[in-house]
């Protein structure tokens, strides 16, 4: 019994970290409605100029700051070269812009910052923690209070603020948004700019556990299972698909590892998502349309 | 000029397009040449058959062509004596035009009242004007304060309606671009929402350009009409004169009267 529930609560905690990936591509596809492939680009791009910046000898709360204001600045910049000019095409054409983004930010980040794996220290020490006798990591224990602290940020700002309530409409209808003096290139710089802070929040934590490198960039294919599983709109559903993965993976690979031969967690995501779009396609709390018949 | 304008010679200028032309894709044309003007205080109606171009005109009048793939290739908007064509349709609304858009098309997902707050955000307000602007709509349509925090998308079609009128009146217009706020509602609630829009006119001196397929509907409440037919504007006058000239129901539209066009 004390095994399954430490494989599960650490599974969850895991989770946690594949959520707050998933929320930085809902954002952008709830406002914008595109898929943001570059998502785990900007995410790496965000992480390894924190981690070039502190090796440079940068005092942590100096390099946190240039690093967001370069994300913003990335963000306005995205919004100006790249979605303005496309306003109007179709997903896909967007889609595919997104993809080029992706190469551009992660050739930018390893042209001046190296392709080495770095190491990140947050000076969070991952001692496992006993509760009772199941064992809990520390580290993942803090990573999952980060995540929770940063969506209520996001629903507070959502529900509670002038910007969010706007953003809200645009992401609902844009046209509508348009016809109402919404200024809807600022509602979008504003949501690249919040999604490329979440991405560096995950970042940070996802390279403090597995080193800031390359591969770091990767987590977007674990996102996606996620959001098929979440769905693409929902904040809660990109939480509750990140557990649902996370836990997933991991009882899977305690329990039917062994009769498999291990090697579970790389594929377990995609089979789960695949059995989601079969049985609900819009996810577990994807937004259906309201329509009136 | 102002002199002349205060001594009622000269009429200042308000909403005048002139010899407008737009198409989408760059190929289809939409409008072929559709000259109208609308006066401070006035209630004009837009009638025509469905594909006449009433949208189109109303979508070039706030700019909001350019969303659909459209464009105007040539002829002149002017708003209050300056051209509109490259304002954004944020500047627009600034400067006190507001469409509501044709099939309401409310933020589905917000609540009522969250609907109405998107449309007051434009000028900044304190929190105070906000709260007045609010009490105003919802003075305009009580309905709405009951339903303030039901989800737009589950209420009922005229109180959609409401909601997209109301949030456009939140902006505070001068010229209201309704487009055709009757469809798919039942009469009476029809006839409710055109009453409140004659009364918005009359005691706010709100000026409203309406486009409605169903001619007699409007013409009850319209100063003038101008009449649609492909891309062109086919006929125009006082609504009675329209009315009673029996030239509508000729043209097509209207009641069960109408005699077929062969």
Redesign the interface.
Known sequence: MSLFLETLIGGVLAGTLYALVAIGFVLIYKASGVFNYAQGSILLFGALAFVSLKDAGVPVAGALAITVGLLIVTAIAIERLLLRPLTNRSPLTLFMATLGLSYVAEGVAQGFMGSQVRALDLGIEDLPMFLGDIMISQFDLIAAGVAALLVIALSLLFNRTRIGIQLRGVANDTLAALSLGIDINRIWQIVWAVAGLVGLVSGLLWGARQGVQFSLSLVVLKALPVLIIGGFTSIAGAIVGGVVVGAGESLAETYIGPFLGGGITPWFAYALALVFLFIRPAGLLGERQIERV | MTRAVEAGLVRPPFLDVEAIEAVYGASILALHDVSLSVARGEIVALVGPNGAGKTTTLRAI?N?L????GALRGGTIRWQGEETRRLD??D???RGI????EGR??????TVE??L???G??RRPSRRQLAADLDRVYGWFPRLKERRSA?A??TS?GEQQMVAIG??LM?RPTLLLLDEPSMGLAPIIVAEIFAIIARLNREEGLSVLIAEQSANLVLDHADRAIVLESGRVVASGPSAELAASGRLAALYLGGADAPTRH
């Open positions: 706030s909001l350019g969303a659909q793939r349709p944020s627009l609304v600034a507001v469409q509501v858009l098309h409310v933020f589905g997902q917000l969250e609907n707050l998107t449309g955000y434009l989800r998308g589950l079609g949030r456009a902006t």
